[in-house]
């Protein structure tokens, strides 16, 4: 059932979630970019298509302290200092954002699960908003996802003036009835045709006819396409696009040993794009930017595929073709295999 | 909260054993002075050091054995420096196993082995031989031949030759590059004297080594027409988190820590060559 408040209410709902749970939204920052803030009263709701920063920081943050020891002489002590996390709201991730969550959940809730993520995960109620004006990079529709219909827990249309909301799940549906108080009934019609129009506006994207192949069956093949030394030959290593990518899931763990007698143990995001990524006593498998750019493609498109039932571990947002310094990215590697496809 | 695999325990590093001139063996224990766990042949553990570092090492026990985890590690870097200079006493971290270990159950029941290794090769092959070795009945004869650069570089020498060269069940075949003083066995690289040794091609090969020696090994194996599905090793690469999640080790779509470490060379050729 669709529920909605007036848009320029938008603060009410925002309110009485934030009364019960801790809030996250994105709001503008100082120098004009969108990222997902804790909610205090009078916050505005950021205006822009998404976040700079995806919402994985989420589940799984840049950095995660892990675990602290100490140790002297011979001794070693373990502090185990995880605990429950509480509830928590985030509201307005698009849905290439809460598709990202199902790429990630199938590595980190996998056999055995990873319990910071997990933690974080579970004791989230996701609110989605439906995209109305997506941009020129977007290309979510490329992996079947619907910008209009954005899934989590609760999706939500801006349709004129109305903000309205749908449950999706049942953890939606409580959030829902939380906040009934400051909702009215809602037009399933109003927000059928504003679906529609958003289908229409994606339908006229420049990269609507992106496609990924489905090269399950040929990984050899695409590994040994000629193609990755072109593709390669600009990319500087900075791992601006792995570390704006919501999928993007290697870490590294290290310790930290700044602080006297305690260390602490973390971990933190890491780029296969980086040179020392696989180094070894003697020495890296991937030696030079050619294998290092291969394999974070070969990851997304063919490996991750493979291992998940063809489910591709891209989801369209576009934040790496914004931020490459050298405008390569995704889309003109997924031409390329499809041109080799052919 | 639930048991996080990635928090490793303590062990209690009760003995130290100087196996080569950089080789040293470490048997570890819990607090409570028994084994930390029970592994397949052929899996690895995380070791660490706090605020020194965390490094994959395999497993050179055999399931069996009822007092400790051994480890043998050569000194080669940062982490493993720190081990070789540490005494007796020591406490370090300690998690795992992980990997699928060897097809001990399955695919090697009742088949004539042959292990080929070189230099510290031997550690990972180390447990499924004494694991062979201990269940008789449910393996052929094993075989093997083992190489390294001097006789002080062969690892777990004074093992090899006084218990599995007089197992009935083993033929050792010992070589070292080059001829030296004080050494009456065989002198050669690995490769030609497993070419050598003519081994009959319904056994079963498992081979670690340096790359270029499993390279020119399995070209000669080849050629005297032993099939790729007959052939294992066991993968190596730089680990982090050791369950399939930090990205960082696989070979194409497959994970060294948890799809591996031991493949099956038919396999392996179907996967980029990237290692």
Redesign the interface.
């Known amino acids: 059932m669709i529920v909605k408040v007036a848009y320029s209410d938008l603060n009410k709902v925002l309110d009485a979630i934030s009364a019960n749970e801790k809030l996250y939204l994105p709001v503008d920052n100082a120098a004009g970019q969108a990222e997902f803030k804790p909610y205090t009263e009078g916050v505005q709701m950021s205006k822009q298509l998404n976040t700079l920063r995806s919402a994985k920081d989420f589940f799984f943050p840049q950095v995660q302290p892990m675990v602290k020891f100490r140790r002297e002489g011979k001794h070693i002590d373990i502090f185990d200092e995880r605990s429950e996390s509480e509830d928590y709201v985030i509201f307005g991730a698009r849905a290439c954002d809460v598709r990202s969550f199902d790429v990630l959940d199938n590595v980190f809730l996998a056999d055995p699960v990873d319990t910071y993520y997990e933690n974080r995960r579970k004791h989230a109620t996701i609110v989605s908003l439906a995209c109305n004006r997506p941009a020129e990079t977007c290309f979510c529709g490329s992996f079947g996802i619907d910008a209009a219909k954005p899934a989590g827990d609760v999706q939500a249309w801006i349709v004129g003036d109305d903000f309205c909301m749908e449950p999706v799940t049942e953890k939606g549906q409580k959030l829902i009835d939380s906040i009934k108080d400051v909702l009215t009934e809602g037009d399933q019609a109003a927000v059928d045709a504003q679906i529609e129009k958003i289908h229409e506006i994606l339908d006229r994207l420049p990269l609507k006819d992106v496609k990924p192949v489905d090269n399950r069956d040929k990984e050899l093949e695409v590994f040994n396409s000629p193609k990755w030394a072109e593709l390669s030959s600009h990319c500087l290593g900075c791992g601006a696009c792995t570390f704006v990518c919501p999928t993007c899931q290697c870490f590294d763990i290290e310790d930290f040993t700044g602080n006297n007698h305690t260390i602490e143990r973390y971990r933190c995001w890491d780029s296969c794009m980086y040179n020392d990524f696989t180094m070894m006593a003697a020495g890296t498998p991937r030696k030079t930017q050619k294998e290092r750019f291969r394999q974070r493609f070969m990851h997304k498109l063919v490996y991750y595929p493979i291992k998940n039932d063809g489910m591709y571990s891209c989801v369209g947002c576009g934040r790496c073709l914004k931020k490459c310094p050298i405008q390569m990215n995704i889309v003109k590697v997924m031409k390329a295999l499809e041109e080799d496809a052919e | 909260?639930?048991?996080?695999?990635?928090?490793?325990?303590?062990g209690v590093v009760k003995e130290i054993v100087q196996e080569t001139g950089d080789v040293k063996s470490f048997h570890v224990v819990g607090l409570d002075g028994k084994p930390i766990f029970k592994n397949i042949p052929g899996q690895c553990a995380m070791v660490s050091?706090?605020?020194?570092?965390?490094g994959m090492f395999s497993i050179t026990s055999a399931p069996q054995n009822p007092d400790y985890n051994e480890f043998s590690i050569k000194k080669?870097?940062h982490l493993?420096s720190w081990l070789h200079d540490m005494?007796e006493?020591?406490?370090?971290?300690v998690r795992g196993p992980y990997g699928n270990g060897f097809p001990v159950d399955t695919d090697f029941r009742g088949k004539d082995l042959v292990f080929i290794a070189g230099g510290i090769g031997l550690a990972p092959l180390r447990s499924i031989i004494n694991y062979c070795r201990a269940n008789p009945e449910n393996y052929g004869h094993l075989d093997i031949i083992y190489g390294s650069r001097t006789k002080e570089d062969l690892v777990k020498r004074k093992e090899i030759e006084e218990e599995w060269a007089k197992d009935p069940h083993c033929s050792v075949y010992l070589t070292i590059d080059r001829e030296e003083e004080g050494w009456d066995g065989h002198v050669g690289f690995v490769p030609t004297y497993a070419s050598e040794l003519g081994l009959s091609l319904d056994k079963i090969i498992i081979i670690c080594g340096p790359p270029i020696m499993i390279h020119f090994t399995l070209e000669g194996l080849k050629k005297q027409g032993f099939k790729t599905s007959q052939v294992y090793t066991t993968m190596?690469?730089?680990m982090?988190?050791g369950?399939?999640?930090?990205?960082?080790?696989?070979i194409?779509?497959k994970y060294v820590c948890k799809d591996g470490p031991v493949f099956r060379y038919d396999k392996l050729d179907?996967?980029?060559p990237?290692?």
């Open positions: 909260m639930n048991k996080e695999e990635l928090i490793p325990q303590i050091v706090p605020g020194v570092g965390e080669c870097g493993t005494e006493g020591q406490e370090i971290l190596e690469m730089r982090k988190c369950i399939g999640k930090c990205g960082r080790c696989n194409g779509d179907l996967l980029p990237e290692f």
